[in-house]
């Protein structure tokens, strides 16, 4: 039987995976900018470009080494939740202009 992997599955992670996407984090996390010393996730996601369900699990692993200007990463994305929410809107036509005959 055939499993397809969908959106949210997260693949399993080897060592040597889990310690490279680690490295490519703290390496972004230097260039990423820093409001009151916090990092946002979705800075990251963008600047790393590391599938979203694999970034959370290495940030919530609490190992990484931050930057002295970085206390915390916030990781609650405003990106993804704005996601789910997003219905399609149609666009209205516009009525031609009525031409006066006077």
């Known amino acids: 039987m ?6 949210d599955a997260i693949p ?18 230097t260039h990423l900018p820093v409001k009151n010393g916090v990092v946002n996730i979705d800075a990251i996601w963008i600047e790393t470009s590391i599938p979203y369900q694999i970034l959370n699990e290495i940030l919530r692993l609490d190992d990484l080494e931050l930057p002295p200007n970085v206390e915390r990463i916030n990781t609650k994305s ?12 149609r666009r ?10 006077a």
Do not use: F, H, I
Not at 2 to 7: C, I, L, S, Y
Not at 92 to 101: A, I, L
């Open 92 to 101: 209205r036509r516009r009525k031609p202009k009525k031409k006066d005959t």
């Open 12 to 29: 399993e992670l080897t060592a040597d995976m889990r310690a490279s996407y680690k490295l490519a984090v703290e390496r972004a996390l």
């Open 2 to 7: 055939n499993q397809t992997q969908t959106d």
């Open 78 to 89: 405003n990106v993804r939740a704005a996601e789910g929410g997003r219905t399609k809107r």
